[in-house]
């Protein structure tokens, strides 16, 4: 039987941390499946989260083969408890991926997609070989490369989710931290295209001019010494009463809600001791910051501070809303959605350490795509 590599990660009941690449056989497709080649796939941080899970990297020990490198790294005592759901199990990684149907299930929507380049989701995408329902392929438009396709899902239904959001939830423009990465770029272009007033919310200036190249009206940099007033004015000028906070840790939620507040309040007719009506909403949907999430209550009673998380959204809207997002992403694919990419590695430069400590860094401009078939036979 022919076999393919995967990367795995385990989290060992040891409190060690154990990343690999395994062979495993190639699935033959059932009626409605599909194997697809899978030639690009990026690492973005909900895989890292999966990858690394609570491993210290800084203890990374590489060992092993050049062509079969194993990492292992120290899960501090106190994170085990966090981990207690996967230990001892050896989990594939990689949520999102692209590449060419190699086989295909007897079912006449299986067989359409033969020789077609597709992407897909779910999960262990970082495998040379990946059979999933035909139903969950997106067939990429003509001329479209898997590295274009293999981010079609993550951000740009995220981006796509949280406008949609944004709207049935009743409000009429939206906030946005950690601004200048894939996704933020892509929710600009959303926002400027569909004539939606976005804040983008930024820590770095090279960031910040970053976005208003790319035409970005209202952008705050956290690390101003103004950032506060410079927000509320945006808020101002916006209306803004929804936020997506990237960051999730520290303070700033709280003073994103904060500054809603002073920006409802400078158009207030009357005053309230609960103060505004205006429902004000962040929703927390990523993990940036791994502090505890800190917010003084100084923002009236009209608010929330919740989780937000693109598909369990797409399950509520339901499937006919949902496939009319993914057909967007599908037709803006190289431009509203386009993504970034500094460098292509393979399954094995994934586990090598100086690699690691680059792409762990999370940092803007420096988004890695995974080609599991590089340099490998086919």
Excluded at 191 to 205: T, W
Excluded at 239 to 260: E, N, P, R, S, V
Excluded at 357 to 364: F, I, L, P, S
């Amino acid at each position: 039987m022919h076999t393919g590599l995967q990367l795995r990660s385990q989290i060992k009941s040891s409190g060690e941390l154990e990343l690999s690449l395994d062979s495993i056989d190639t699935p033959q497709p059932g009626p409605d499946e599909v194997l697809i080649r899978i030639e690009a796939s990026p690492l973005n941080p909900s895989d890292l989260g999966l990858l690394f899970g609570a491993a210290d990297m800084s203890t990374a020990r590489a060992s092993g083969t050049a062509e079969r490198p194993i990492v292992t790294a120290r899960v501090p005592e106190g994170a085990m408890r966090s981990m207690a759901g996967r230990l001892d199990a050896s989990m594939p990684v990689g949520n999102e991926g692209a590449g060419v149907v190699v086989a295909a299930g007897s079912s006449p929507a299986a067989q359409a997609l033969m020789g077609k380049t597709v992407a897909a989701i779910g999960g262990a995408m970082y495998s040379q070989y990946r059979c999933v329902p035909a139903d969950q392929c997106l067939v990429l438009p003509e001329g479209a490369t898997p590295a274009d396709g293999a981010s079609s899902f993550v951000n740009p239904l995220t981006a796509l989710g949280m406008v949609e959001t944004m709207r049935l939830e009743g409000h009429s423009a939206l906030v946005h931290t950690a601004a200048a990465s894939n996704l933020g770029q892509m929710l600009n272009q959303i926002c400027l295209k569909d004539g939606i007033k976005l804040v983008n919310i930024v820590r770095k200036q090279e960031q910040a001019d970053l976005l208003r190249a790319q035409g970005a009206v209202h952008v705050c940099n956290a690390a101003a010494p103004t950032f506060m007033q410079d927000l509320t004015e945006a808020l101002v000028a916006t209306g803004a009463t929804i936020a997506f906070d990237a960051t999730g840790g520290g303070k700033l939620g709280g003073q994103i809600l904060t500054c809603m507040e002073a920006a409802l309040n400078r158009t207030a007719r009357e005053y309230s001791r609960y103060g505004s009506t205006t429902h004000k909403q962040v929703y927390l949907y990523g993990g940036l910051d791994t502090s505890p999430t800190e917010f003084n209550r100084n923002f009236g009673m009209a608010w929330g501070m919740g989780g937000w998380l693109v598909f369990p959204f797409l399950q509520k809207i339901g499937r006919e809303r949902a496939n009319a997002l993914k057909q967007r992403v599908v037709a803006e694919l190289k431009t509203t959605f386009a993504s970034h990419y500094s460098k292509e590695i393979s399954l094995a430069e994934v586990l090598d350490l100086d690699v690691i400590a680059v792409y762990n860094k999370r940092a803007t401009g420096e988004k890695y795509l995974i080609n599991p078939n590089k340099g490998l036979a086919g």
